[in-house]
């Protein structure tokens, strides 16, 4: 199923609980509520464990893991990325996060004064700081696409990028998933127009791997990042990023190191010593879920799982989601204006997260997005309709 067509399913009622998925199958602890996937992701005990397994490795015979069987290892993890992400392995190399994979390409860019990057309102509040603190250094400058509410369809959303290209713009940065809005932004129509204008495209797709059907290749971006610390459930520090063989040459780590000079996948190999057992172990959370469920059937209970209780938050406290047309909509993540009675009696909207987790054990995404608060639900294999219930009954009595 294409991700579209996943996201277009209505659900009336949950979705049956996958077999085997439950949360005691997971890190997470159990005295909490989580419905938060988005932000850190959370990682199967089987996936904490293949990590331990290398670390211990790592730990007893430090120079075998990271120099005698390095490259085997990072060579091994990278195939069995690129056969799930569908890509060249040759184009792919391991960073920490997305936040240092976007700052070794914008700040590989060599900007001149007049030019401008273009993203939107919205995208990660630290990527747009690194994309104005970059652009301001060369005297160029960020210029911002506002998409407010009530939002465009597709070719809407990919309009309006395009009518912000003028002949000084270097690069559009667009979200694969957004953060703040979950919403799933039409990269393929979006970097095809780029292209047409002879403008560079980089995707950051942090929340993209694991969510959705990835095909990276043929999205045909210059550039993109995803994470495998959120939807994949990597351990912590496991991404990558993904260049086209014509910009190999001009990518280069923020950290540079060794083999500055021998070529893309050699420099980013090393960007001094660090802990490889995230990346090394990616592939192990990739098999976890394809052996236990399959992708398909994970993505398709979540997107139902988050669209049901979409429904039944709206119906119980009277709001309304943000209005994104079906196919526009992320599969496990949905945003939700918070009622007037939470800016009512909270002065920010961090206060009210930080109380639920205080007094009733909840922890949920929410965002103060073009002076609206919202909240932004997730759904993985683990959460069952009882942890919105949870959330419906408490969240507004205080
Ligand atoms: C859309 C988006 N981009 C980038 C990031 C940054 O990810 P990281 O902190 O892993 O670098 C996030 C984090 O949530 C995100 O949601």
Request: glycine content about 6%; hydrophobic content about 40%; charged content about 20%.
């Amino acid at each position: 199923m294409s991700s579209s067509e996943i996201t277009s399913l209505v659900a009336q009622s949950p979705p049956d609980p996958l077999p085997k998925s439950g949360i005691e199958e997971w890190s997470l602890s159990k005295t909490m509520t989580f419905l938060n996937h988005g932000s850190f992701g959370a990682r199967p005990h089987a996936v904490v464990d293949a990590q331990l397994r290398l670390k211990q490795q790592l730990d007893g015979d430090p120079a075998d893991i990271l120099w005698v069987r390095g490259d085997e290892l990072l060579i091994d993890s990278t195939r069995k990325l690129a056969d799930f992400i569908k890509s060249d392995p040759t184009d792919l190399v391991s960073v920490v996060n997305a936040t240092q994979a976007i700052n070794a390409v914008v700040r590989s860019l060599e900007l001149k004064p007049g030019q401008n990057i273009i993203a939107t309102n919205h995208g990660y509040f630290a990527v747009n700081q690194t994309l104005r603190y970059v652009a301001e250094r060369a005297g160029a400058h960020l210029r911002l696409v506002e998409l407010n509410p009530p939002l465009p369809d597709e070719s809407g959303l990919a309009d309006a990028l395009e009518a912000a290209i003028d002949e000084d713009t270097a690069l559009v940065m667009i979200d694969h998933v957004t953060s703040p809005t979950a919403l799933l932004f039409p990269v393929e129509d979006i970097v095809k127009r780029c292209h047409s204008r002879g403008v560079k495209v980089m995707v950051d797709g942090a929340h993209a791997p694991g969510m959705l059907p990835l095909d990276v290749a043929s999205i045909g971006a210059d550039y993109y990042t995803g994470n495998l610390h959120k939807w994949v459930s990597a351990p912590l520090g496991a991404a990558f990023l993904h260049v086209q063989p014509c910009h190999h040459s001009s990518v280069h780590p923020s950290s540079i190191s060794h083999y500055l000079g021998d070529g893309y996948q050699e420099e980013f190999k090393w960007t001094g010593t660090c802990d490889t057992s995230s990346f090394l172990s990616a592939p192990a959370a990739i098999a976890w879920f394809e052996d236990r469920f399959g992708w398909a059937s994970v993505r398709e209970h979540n997107c139902q799982l988050v669209s049901w209780a979409t429904g039944r938050l709206c119906d119980a406290w009277s709001v309304d989601p943000l209005d994104v047309p079906p196919s526009s909509r992320a599969i496990s993540m949905r945003t939700i204006e918070l009622p007037k009675s939470i800016r009512d009696h909270f002065q920010q909207v961090e206060d009210w997260r930080l109380w639920l987790r205080h007094a009733h054990g909840i922890d949920i995404a929410v965002h103060d997005w073009v002076d609206r608060w919202w909240i932004r639900l997730s759904a993985h294999v683990y959460n069952r309709p009882e942890h919105y219930e949870q959330l419906i009954k408490v969240g507004l009595t205080f």
